[in-house]
C-alpha cells in the first residue's frame, strides 16, 4: 500500500502530540526517544513546507508589484477574462 505525503496541518498537528506526550514525561526512554526522532523529522518537514510557502508568496508578491508598475488599462484587462 502506498503512503501518501502527509499534509501540513496534520503533520503540525501530529508534531503538538508528540511535543505534548514529552512534556508530560510519562513514556519510557526508549518510546521517548523514538517520539523525539518522530517529532525531528515533522519539524524538519514543516520547516520545508513554510520555506516552500514563503518562496511562493515571494513571487507572487513579485509578480504583482510587476503588474502594478505597467500601465494597464483597465477596460483592456478586464475584457480579456
Known amino acids: 500500500m502506498e503512503e501518501r505525503e502527509l ?5 503540525l498537528k501530529r508534531l503538538e502530540e508528540i511535543v505534548r506526550k514529552l512534556e508530560e514525561g510519562r513514556d519510557t526512554l526508549e518510546n521517548s526517544m523514538k517520539l523525539f526522532e518522530e517529532g525531528v523529522k515533522l ?25 502594478r508598475k505597467e ?5 483592456e484587462f478586464f475584457s480579456q477574462e
Open 7 to 11: 499534509t501540513f496541518e496534520e503533520a
Open 43 to 67: 519539524a524538519r518537514f514543516c520547516n520545508e513546507k513554510l520555506d516552500e510557502a514563503e518562496k511562493k508568496l515571494q513571487v507572487l508578491m513579485k509578480r504583482g508589484e510587476e503588474i
Open 71 to 75: 500601465d494597464i488599462d483597465e477596460e
